[in-house]
């Protein structure tokens, strides 16, 4: 195991109607001033934004909004945003909805007290100072409630890209799975292979002697296996809801990565077709990771291995440990046809003569790489957007 160290400071507020208590942790860190984040309307048809707005209320709170925020979250809005929170003298943003909102909320709270241009710091600059964030989550998926991170695309060349720092954890996450009941089932399903990716990125390691976050990392797997096909039955069915709805915080929090090497090469080979296309992350990922492991098993057939058997329950082959590293994969790709995901190019509505362009967009020479159990080159990732065709 690595060194590392682990700061994980949300305040989690998981439960039924624990929306209704927004006002109150709103109070107790700080807020006077609020923006409140919202995307396109889900929140307001549900009557979720009604509900929030009365716990402000009754706190004696001052707020003003900002919805529209669009799925792959834009620069444009996050600008307009921070222009908002300068001109009402904002000093807390509430977002509620997804991880695209929360991350266009975490982009404003990192611009408003910077003086330069807030993409500077998704190009590398150390995020000093931010508003604070609270979150009121709506669906499982980016972990971006407990997350250290965010993602924006910028408009100008469709650029999708990631910063962070542990400044911009939210300082509360309200976590209702009643709320994610109003989701489709495809929705369900993208952000469920959004947590399962989360895991998979942190489980492909180079990293000998970390059975404690490899059991970890299994178990959390094996509740989303477990608990998606129910939900996609029923979609009310609360208990599931609330299973799935902690494995998204869980998953990409770091708890699960600690002290160990990362690779994220899946997500960076993905944000890409995020950018280009505009399809929802967690479909790009399962037409992605499943492309991915097929190229770089070989690297370390022990560890695809122990995924197919501990993961999938696969016999072991010890004759020919390869083919049970291959079922391990296969059995992956069958779950997310299972689940109504798309697992090629086609089914996503990608285009394979798009592909130079992708790899291009990701800015890899032949000398840059990504991903860190096995690092890629241009050349690899063009490989693998092939074997996704
Ligand atoms: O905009 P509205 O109308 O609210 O509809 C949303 C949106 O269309 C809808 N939705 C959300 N909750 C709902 C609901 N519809 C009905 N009932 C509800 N309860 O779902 C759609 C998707 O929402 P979005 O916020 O985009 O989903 P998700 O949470 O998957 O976030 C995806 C974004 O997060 C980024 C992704 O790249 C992508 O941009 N990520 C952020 C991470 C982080 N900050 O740590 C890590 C991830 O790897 C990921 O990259
Ligand atoms: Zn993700």
Known sequence: MKNFTFYSPTFFVFGKKTENEAGHYIKKYGGSKVLIHYGGGSVVRSGLIDRIKASL????????????????????????????????????????????????????????????????FFEGKRIEKTLKVGTV????????????????????????????????????????????QTLPAYQTACGAVDIMAHILERYFTNTREVEITDRMCEAVLLTIIKEVPRVIEDPDNYEARANIMWAGMVAHNNLLGVGREQDWASHGI?????????????????????????????????????????????????????????????????????IGMP???????????????????????????????????????????????
């Open 270 to 338: 993905e944000h890409e077709l995020s950018a280009l296309y505009d399809v929802a992350h967690g479909a790009g990922l399962a037409v992605i990771f499943p492309a991915w492991m097929t190229y770089v098993y070989n690297h370390d057939i022990n560890r695809f291995v122990q995924f197919a058997v501990r993961v999938w329950g696969c016999q072991m082959n010890f004759a020919n440990p390869e083919e049970t590293a291959k079922e391990g994969i296969k059995r992956f790709k069958q779950f997310l046809t299972s």
């Open 137 to 180: 989550l709506t669906i499982a998926a980016a972990g971006s409630e407990g997350s250290d991170s965010m993602v924006i695309t910028r408009e100008e060349g469709m650029l999708k890209r990631g910063a962070g720092g542990d400044i911009i954890r939210p300082v509360f996450s309200i976590l209702n799975p009643e709320l994610t």
């Open 343 to 389: 697992v090629n190019f086609k089914e996503l509505g990608a285009r394979e003569e798009d592909i130079p362009l992708l790899v291009e967009k990701m800015g890899l020479g032949e000398n840059y790489t990504r991903g860190s159990f096995v690092r890629l080159k241009s050349s690899d990732v063009e490989k693998i957007y092939r074997l996704a065709l």
């Open 57 to 120: 209320d009754k706190e004696g709170i001052k707020y003003t909004e900002l919805g529209g925020v669009q799925p792959n979250p834009r620069s444009g809005l996050v600008y307009k945003g921070i222009e908002l929170c300068r001109k009402e003298n904002v000093d807390f943003i509430l977002a509620v909805g997804g991880g695209s909102v929360i991350d266009s909320a975490k982009a404003i709270a990192a611009g408003v007290p910077y003086d330069g241009d807030f993409w500077d």
